[in-house]
């Protein structure tokens, strides 16, 4: 037998004895589980170890149509396989090294130049989870592939079916840097379309779980992105890499607390978005001049105590005078805590007041009961009431969109008269709860609750599509990073919001971490070439500085057509892309989605939407405004200009658009192009 082949017979019995011992190692958490409630002391216990036990189940799962290992590092001594997941045998002993292990870094950066102790590094080829091939770089000859992989190459051009596939075999050394990066440390990744920049926010945030397991387990990860379709999107890649319990929401989620945080618990705050603005007003109310309207607006509500207080206890009549008061209120206040933890604040120094008062006369200290009735006894609620009064963050802005002398006295010199007039009501509900509330107005209530009371912090957020965020989304989201890092992701060329961010510094400055460093990613590994050349015609009109992507793909396809019947020629290109393997995605704008869904079932062919994760279709028929960091391998642009003309950033999503093919891309217009496409030649 070649040596090759029999080579090959190992790797695929090294490979069935690693599914066969991860098997063995789901068992046995199968068998703890099922245990798990008879070894444990009390119910508490009982219920933390099978959440424990459950969590180590779903992490030891197993896909036959993954790949369990995709590499090998051979050193002077011992071989290492590098998967997924760790693997071991019977005795302990490793079978399949995690990807985030320290040896495991050799893999991704390894080189000539610097082969790390590396003699050998090997790749895997699979198909459906069948190892069928391998190809070596012998580092100690000065033999390295590099992008002339021939198994890097077919796993990067792979067509594309279903939701986002993790990049663990296919990481690039200066992707590996970002993904390797401390705890500590936040970055901002400007990346250029098709440059991984989402697969590395995801896989940095399974390497610090990875690293720092018991910590970010009890603060949480957090990933944010721009839309349920993308969440959607990418859901599987965690999972994939052995880490089921991250949390996912859009920034919406965060502050209407439609999400629900595990094992931490969200605030109760409900609220719920049944109205909507105009641009002008919707602008206004993500502006960060709002963040200090409403800091005054809370803080407007301090008043210094006007009298003293008298308090019985039934035996006794305890008097604290207004100086002594006017003390306690003031230094409450320069402590700068939140309002609601102030005015509790105040409660227990004046409890404590009654407390001393009492202790003196009576010689011992009162037991906690007298310590709960004089904190609720109505001269300290009543005097609470009227310097300190509680608040709740919808009601906090229920009151200022309802009285116009309460916003002027907020605003002051930060809004115009014209401003102020653009916020308040013109019918002023009569509660907070019958407010119908829209998406910027619970942005404004999340600034609310954040003055009023602690928001839980996370160990780490990612932030994906950060380029659309508002100053007061930013905000929302520094809320839940104090004590923890972010991973920013983004590309300024594709900011389609009216607030979309010009410059990284002033967007990291309103996420509380001003002095991360900003690293670009301008190598594209998806999207080809002549692709990435098309859309790069629209960067002079954007006004954003960033560096051109560039693409090492030469493959791929560009087809612009003139078309007099958009909806046939759509039905025909769609035909046409299903000769080939992968999905196929119809964009238009939003406002054309039914009508060319309805032509192509008309034409017996079966759709479904950005957002359907069990969808089993592989034509996708997705509005411009939700496409935004999804991928296909055939991309049907429909009406250029229609996009552009539908928002007033629309070349910006025009560009969105035209990048997310990662192997062909049909361009059919019936109208001209926009002018910054100019004339070009369709390649194929």
């Known amino acids: 037998m070649p040596a090759l082949e029999t ?26 589980f ?11 216990t009982a219920e933390m170890l099978g959440r424990t036990l459950s969590r180590r189940v779903a992490e030891l799962a197993d896909d036959p149509t993954t790949p369990l290992f995709f590499g090998r590092l051979t050193f002077p001594e011992v071989d290492y396989h590098i998967g997924r997941r760790h693997v071991t045998d019977d005795l302990g002993e490793p079978m399949v090294l995690d990807w985030r292990a320290p040896v495991s870094r050799s893999f991704y950066r390894a080189s000539v130049r610097d082969p790390q102790g590396v003699a050998t590094r090997r790749r895997f080829g699979f198909s459906a989870g069948v190892l069928t091939s391998f190809e070596d770089e012998h580092l100690d000859r000065g033999e390295e592939l590099g992008t002339a992989s021939r ?42 379309p098709g440059t991984g920049k989402t ?10 779980l990875y690293l720092h397991r018991e910590r970010l387990r009890r603060s949480g990860v957090l990933i944010v992105g721009p839309n349920r379709a993308f969440l959607s999107y990418i859901a599987a890649v965690l999972p994939a890499l052995g880490e089921v319990e991250v949390a996912q929401a859009t920034v919406e989620d965060l502050v209407t607390a439609a999400f629900v945080r595990q094992e931490f618990g969200e605030r109760g705050r409900t609220i719920t978005v049944r109205g909507s603005d105009t641009p002008a007003v919707a602008g206004l109310k993500h502006d960060v001049r709002m963040a200090e309207v409403l800091r005054r607006a809370v803080a407007a509500h301090i008043r210094e105590p006007e009298e003293s207080i008298t308090v019985s206890d039934g035996s006794f009549r305890w008097r604290i005078g207004t100086e002594v008061l006017r003390r306690v209120v003031d230094e409450a206040r320069r402590e700068r805590l939140p309002y609601g933890i102030g005015r509790e604040r105040v409660r227990a120094r004046v409890v404590s007041l009654l407390q001393r008062q009492a202790e003196a006369r009576r010689g011992e200290s009162p037991n906690d009961a007298w310590l709960r009735r004089m904190g609720k006894a109505a001269p300290v609620t009543g005097f609470l009431d009227a310097a300190w009064p ?6 906090l802005v229920h009151h200022l969109f309802s009285d116009p002398d309460a916003l002027a006295t ?17 019918k002023p509900p009569r509660t907070a709860k019958a407010a119908k509330w829209s998406a910027a107005d619970a942005v404004l209530i999340d600034e609310a609750a954040g003055l009023i009371e602690r928001v839980a912090s996370f160990g780490h957020v990612v932030v994906d599509e950060a380029q659309d965020l508002s100053p007061m989304q930013c905000r929302a989201i520094a809320r839940r990073s104090v004590h923890g890092s972010i991973t920013l992701l983004g590309d300024l060329a594709q900011g389609t ?24 990613l301008t190598i594209g590994f998806r999207v080809p070439a002549a692709v990435v050349a098309f859309a790069n015609r629209l960067l002079p009109a954007l006004a954003v500085d960033v560096p051109p992507a560039e693409s090492l793909r ?38 054309a989605v039914d009508r060319l869904a309805g032509a192509l079932a008309g034409a017996g062919i079966a759709t479904s939407t950005a957002d359907d994760v069990e969808a089993t279709e592989r034509v996708t028929v997705v509005p411009a405004s939700l496409v935004k960091g999804l991928e296909y391998d055939h991309v049907i642009v429909v009406e250029p200009a229609q996009i552009v003309a539908a928002e007033p950033r629309g070349l910006h999503r025009l560009y969105v658009v035209l990048t997310r093919a990662v192997s062909r891309l049909a361009v059919l217009h019936h109208d001209p192009l926009p002018d910054p496409l100019g004339p070009v030649i369709a390649t194929r």
């Open 7 to 32: 080579d090959l017979t190992s790797e695929r019995e090294h490979l069935a004895a690693s599914r066969a011992a991860l098997h063995r190692m789901r068992q046995r958490a199968e068998a703890l």
């Open 34 to 44: 099922s245990t798990g409630e008879n070894v444990a002391g009390d119910s508490y």
């Open 151 to 192: 198994i890097l190459t077919a796993e990067i051009e792979r067509p594309r079916v279903g939701p986002m596939r993790d990049i663990v075999a296919t990481i690039q050394p200066e992707q590996d840097e970002l993904v390797r990066a401390e705890l500590e440390t936040s970055i901002c990744v400007q990346g250029a």
């Open 199 to 208: 697969a590395v926010g995801l896989h940095r945030a399974a390497y610090l």
């Open 390 to 395: 509680a608040l709740t963050p919808d009601g």
């Open 410 to 426: 907020a605003a002051g010199d930060l809004l115009t008269a014209a401003e102020q007039e653009l916020l308040i009501w013109a």
């Open 497 to 520: 919001a009216p607030w979309a961010a010009t410059d990284w510094r002033e967007s990291l400055a309103h996420l509380g971490k001003p002095d991360a460093a900003v690293v670009p």
């Open 554 to 591: 030469r493959d791929g396809a560009l087809d612009l057509r003139t078309v007099d019947d958009l909806d046939s020629a759509t039905v025909t290109e769609v035909r046409a892309a299903l000769a080939y393997e992968g999905s196929v995605a119809v964009i238009a704008a939003d406002v």
